[in-house]
């Protein structure tokens, strides 16, 4: 009988979890109701018990009248777990194997979706300059997220990350030091401005806003990780729509094309790396 219980419990959680993401969505535009059940669930129980809700309901009353209490709520319904050079991996592939084809460009348009506090956004900003590509090269970092984005336009980390961050950058083939690149000073560093004058951060919605044209790379690493298999395609698609043809797409360690539609529109550059060309 206990078990039977539970169950339903679980099942009327669920509910109400549904139901509070199609309010979100009608009251201020943010749409969660494709992103993967089991995440949001032990998202949204997290923020019940962090913020010291009793009832999922008292929840959704507040969030549909309060639009600073939704955004710090959809900041915590998010994911936002990044690093300098995180999976260097994958920055030594785009230095050994995009950098040339990106040289043919006059100018090079990069897009980096869900780019949370910024910290692979300027990784890449690095890396450009290093290849002598800095000053023909633009980086849209976007995020639905208006708080992340408004920490990742200061450029401001805790020094705790730096030596992870050193690490990475040795580990992709860098041509200088890390430091050549930051600032450190008051248990923080900070990224060279210089590197800020080519990135420009926005908010953009994966869901439910348009392209962004003519790319020569779109990376959106361990975001699709969380999107139902229907959102995953149609994102993919978006990506699709949004890379010139022969440009490249940057995914997540633990995502790949595999049994998607979308994955007979590109060759894979480096499988393991999760670096992509469009071929159509």
């Not at 949204?44 to 710090?72: G, I, M, P, T, W």
Request: glycine residues 6%.
């Amino acid at each position: 009988m206990a078990g039977e219980d539970r169950i339903e419990q679980l099942n009327e959680f669920e509910v109400e979890v549904e139901c509070l993401m199609e309010a979100l969505y009608l009251r201020w535009g943010y749409d969660f109701r494709e992103y993967s059940r089991a995440s949001l669930r032990r998202r949204v129980a997290r923020y019940l018990s962090d913020n010291h809700f009793q009832r999922l309901s008292d929840l959704q009353h507040e969030l549909v009248r309060d639009k600073k209490r939704c955004v710090h709520f959809v900041r915590g319904l998010t994911v936002n777990v990044t690093d300098m050079f995180r999976d260097p991996a994958f920055y030594r592939v785009i230095r050994e194997q995009v950098v040339p084809e990106l040289r043919s460009h006059p100018f090079i348009k990069i897009w980096h979706a869900g780019c949370s506090t910024g910290e692979e956004a300027y990784s890449m900003s690095i890396l450009l300059h290093e290849e002598g590509l800095g000053e023909r090269a633009v980086i849209y970092a976007t995020d639905i997220n208006s708080q992340v984005l408004e920490q990742a336009s200061k450029g401001v980390y805790h020094e705790k990350m730096l030596v992870a961050a050193r690490e990475n950058y040795n580990e992709t083939g860098g041509h200088n030091r890390l430091d050549d690149f930051i600032s450190v000073g008051y248990e923080r560093f900070l990224i060279d401005p210089e590197l800020k004058k080519n990135i420009v951060f926005t908010q953009h919605d994966l869901v439910t806003d348009q392209v962004f044209g003519e790319m020569q790379m779109v990376i959106c690493r361990n975001v699709l990780i969380y999107f139902r298999r229907e959102l995953q395609t149609k994102v993919l698609t978006l990506f699709h729509n949004s890379l010139d043809l022969g440009g490249f797409l940057g995914l997540g360690m633990k995502e790949s094309l595999r049994s998607l539609p979308n994955s007979i529109r590109y060759k894979a550059i480096d499988e393991s790396a999760r670096v992509f060309q469009r071929v159509d």
